[in-house]
Structures are given as structure tokens and as C-alpha cells.
């Protein structure tokens, strides 16, 4: 069973639009998610993280968690062609002794912005 | 500031020899990940490393990969006996050693790893 889930695409948006990607989770015990974006041939860069339910804005983009229906997601405002590459939702399933991390990655949501 | 390297950005290597991948995280920072990531596939956790000990090597294929740290810094993953499954990016990652495991990872350039 999968533990992070994401659509894994290809999702189009026309240049300026807003792009929203959903990730969802089976563990409810996690308490830190993060958004990475990956171009292709490239290392996963991170875009955002959210701890707390709710909003958190940064620039053009925005998290949204919510811990009850387990789900986080990132929207794009005035998506750019540059914004296109695969967008990876991972969250923390497991600490590992008290700064430990292990992060579940998704699959991965191929995001195309189109101009 | 300097982000994580990695080193050799690309490796090609015949069946069954050994080959070794190095990682340099961002200083300060104590906590490193080791990720494996297969053409078209998500991401797999190998090893994390706090300061010089390996809490979880839960990810690590086989015995045929091992991993260690010292100084605290600079990581070094070996695969002995390579074997063509073993052909992906090899991924190094590092955090801040925060109370809750809250701090975020930062990814290296990657070792692409080639076996014929």
C-alpha cells in the first residue's frame, strides 16, 4: 500500500493560470510535509514546507494542509512555462530518533505549463 | 552559501566491481540521507546518518551496500559486487538536526550511476 499518493499527470495549465497539485497520506501521524519540485535530469529542489493546518504563502506559491482528511496541497498562482517539471509531495512517516526524518516521497504530479 | 555536492556527477562501471559515491552535506548540517531514484520512479530511501552513526540503514538493498560518515561531514556510499539493477541516481541529502525531525531536506546534484 502506497503510503503518499499523487496524480501523477501530465496536468496542463495555460501561462497565468493557477496549478493545483493534491498529495495525499495514509499515515495520520505525520507532522511535516514538503513540497520539491524536480526537473527533468535534475536533483528534487524544495519549494515549501507546512507543519500546521491551514495556509502557508510563499511568492506564487501556497500549501495547504489539512491533517483531518490527510491531504496537503500546492497551488501555482500565475503559473510560468518555467513552473513546468514534476512536483514531489513527501512527508514525514517516521521520525528517526529525535532529528530524524523519514520522509515517503510520491510519485510525483508532471506539471506542463503551456504558453 | 555552498549546497550539498556530490561526487562523481556520473559513473560507469562494469558488472561486479565496486564503485564509491561521495557526499558533501552543507555545513552544519548533521543529519544526511542517502535516496536512490530509478529511471521514471519516485525516490528510495537508503540510509540516514545523525553526526557519524547510521540510526536506520533500513533502506539498504543488500549487503552489497554499505555506507559510513566521518567528521561528522562528508558521507561515502560503496556498492560492492555492482550489478545492473544498482544503475540509478544516487541522491544525497542533508538537514538540520531539529528536535521533531521537522527540518527540511536538501538535495545534492546527484551520482548517476551507470552499470553495464
Known amino acids: 500500500q502506497k503510503e503518499v499518493e499523487q496524480n501523477s499527470g501530465p496536468l496542463s495549465v495555460p501561462e497565468g493560470a493557477i496549478a493545483s497539485l493534491n498529495c495525499t497520506y495514509s499515515d495520520r501521524g505525520s507532522q511535516s510535509f514538503f513540497w520539491y519540485r524536480q526537473y527533468s535530469g535534475k536533483s528534487p529542489e524544495l519549494i515549501m514546507f507546512?507543519?500546521?493546518?491551514g495556509d502557508k504563502e510563499d511568492g506564487r506559491f501556497t500549501a495547504q494542509l489539512n491533517k483531518a482528511s490527510q491531504y496537503v496541497s500546492l497551488l501555482i498562482r500565475d503559473s510560468q512555462p518555467s513552473d513546468s517539471a514534476t512536483y514531489l509531495c513527501a512527508v514525514n512517516i517516521e521520525n528517526i530518533g529525535e532529528y530524524g526524518n523519514k520522509l515517503v516521497f510520491g510519485a510525483g504530479t508532471i506539471l506542463r505549463v503551456k504558453s | 552559501g555552498a549546497g550539498v555536492s556530490q561526487s562523481p556527477s556520473n559513473k560507469v562501471t562494469e558488472k561486479g566491481k565496486d564503485v564509491e559515491l561521495r557526499c558533501d552535506p552543507i555545513?552544519?548540517?548533521?543529519?544526511l540521507y542517502w535516496y536512490r531514484q530509478s529511471l521514471g520512479q519516485g525516490l528510495e530511501f537508503l540510509i540516514y546518518f545523525q553526526g557519524n552513526s547510521a540510526p536506520d540503514k533500513s533502506g539498504l538493498p543488500s549487503d552489497r551496500f554499505s555506507a559510513e560518515r566521518t567528521g561528522g561531514s562528508v558521507s561515502t556510499l560503496t556498492i560492492q559486487r555492482t550489478q545492473q539493477e544498482d544503475s540509478a541516481v544516487y541522491l544525497c541529502?542533508?538537514?538540520?538536526?531539529?528536535?521533531?525531525?521537522?527540518?527540511?531536506?536538501?538535495f545534492g546534484p546527484g551520482t548517476r550511476l551507470l552499470v553495464l
Open positions: 541529502a542533508s538537514s538540520l538536526s531539529l528536535s521533531g525531525g521537522t527540518g527540511p531536506q536538501y
Open positions: 555545513s552544519g548540517h548533521t543529519a
Open positions: 507546512i507543519y500546521s493546518n
